[in-house]
């Protein structure tokens, strides 16, 4: 099963930015690309929910409250996918998840501070 290795969290300002990054390991990159590959996050209290995706045809979709801030992009030679967050807010602040087909990352908690 891909095992999925995320990190890049950590406590930062209002207006800060931070870049999460995500290794898809025990796989092949020809498997790694069958798949979208995306990014999550739940905030205490809530429900996960999706941040940024990339289908398997090189669609983006991000939600409405990170559009403009965040970037997802992905190293397929690497097997790795990456979210760079700027302008960060408060409300930003949750565990975000690392998503392949039905494997999730440990998750890594970002804290935003204000």
């Known amino acids: 099963q891909v095992r999925l290795v995320e990190s890049g969290g950590g406590l930062v300002q209002a207006g800060g930015s931070l870049r999460l990054s995500c290794l898809a390991s025990?796989?092949?990159?020809?498997?790694?690309?069958?798949?979208?590959m995306g990014w999550y996050r739940q905030a205490p209290g809530k429900q996960r929910e999706l941040v940024a995706i990339?289908?398997?045809?090189?669609?983006?979709r991000y939600s409405d409250s990170v559009s403009g801030r965040f970037t997802i992009s992905k190293d397929n030679s690497k097997k790795k996918v990456f979210l760079q967050m700027n302008s960060l807010k408060p409300e930003d602040t949750a565990v975000y998840y690392c998503?392949?087909?039905?494997?999730w990352g440990e998750g890594l908690l970002v804290t935003v501070s204000s």
């Open positions: 025990r796989t092949i990159t020809s498997v790694f690309t069958s798949n979208d």
């Open positions: 990339i289908e398997t045809g090189g669609r983006i």
């Open positions: 998503n392949w087909g039905t494997s």
